[in-house]
């Protein structure tokens, strides 16, 4: 069965600092992976997604995330921190046609 | 152009009583989902329509909840009677057909509930 975890429920860095946002995801075959971008108040926003191509993605916002199946990882990136990504961070995959969420990654960005 | 639609913004009922939410999915998205994302969890799928047939509602508390999409438009979440365990806030999402698996999903900005 596919799930999804987030390794981190909180994470903090300074803005202009890069910021690294974990998952991993448990399945016997590539599934399709999202990470989704949730502002408060405010639904869920999608950020960029995995379906079996380039294993390197780019997203919206300058956000990329990289499929590792050796190590079943799909962890979020990005270079340099701003203000405006204060958020919370959802890694999801696909499992029997359905999207499943990770528990969520709060994302808090220190001046 | 126009996103999904959720009304009300915020509820607040005691333990017992019903509610309802509302969803306006994107013109033309064949497929809605129902999520319900409790604090400090990511959200967790509820029920999901192919136009106004049930693809799947296997993690719905039939017992006390309930939803539609007549015609396969909108759609309507009830809660009768609601349980302290149900204060949550409810997302409705949708997609083109057959996009749910690989495209994207496009969220509401979800109902609050809080139940006393």
């Known amino acids: 069965a596919q799930s999804v975890t987030q390794l981190d429920s909180h994470v903090s860095v300074s803005e202009g600092t890069p910021v690294l946002l974990r998952c991993n995801y448990s399945s016997s075959y590539s599934p399709s992976l999202f990470w989704y971008v949730q502002h408060p108040n405010k639904g869920l926003q999608l950020l960029l997604k995995y379906t079996s191509a380039a294993t390197l993605v780019k997203g919206i916002n300058g956000f990329e995330a990289e499929f590792k199946k050796s190590e079943t990882s799909f962890h979020l990136t990005k270079p340099s921190a701003h203000m405006s990504d204060a958020a919370e961070y959802f890694c999801a995959a696909n499992r029997d046609d359905k999207i499943i969420f990770g528990k969520g990654t709060r994302l808090h960005i220190l001046p | 152009e126009a996103g999904v639609a959720q009304s009300p913004r915020y509820k607040i009922i005691e333990k017992r009583q019903s509610v309802a939410f509302w969803c306006n999915p994107i013109?033309?998205?064949?497929?809605l989902y129902w999520y319900q994302q409790i604090l400090g969890q990511g959200p967790k799928l509820l029920i999901q329509?192919?136009?106004?047939?049930?693809?799947?509602d296997s993690q719905l508390p039939k017992d006390r909840f309930s939803a539609e999409r007549l015609k396969g438009v909108d759609s309507t979440l009830k809660i009768q009677p609601a349980k302290l365990e149900d204060s949550a806030v409810y997302l409705c999402a949708s997609s083109l057909a057959g996009q749910g698996i690989t495209g994207e999903l496009f969220f509401g900005e979800g109902s609050r509930l809080t139940v006393l």
């Open positions: 329509f192919q136009n106004n047939g049930v693809v799947d």
């Open positions: 013109s033309g998205h064949a497929t």
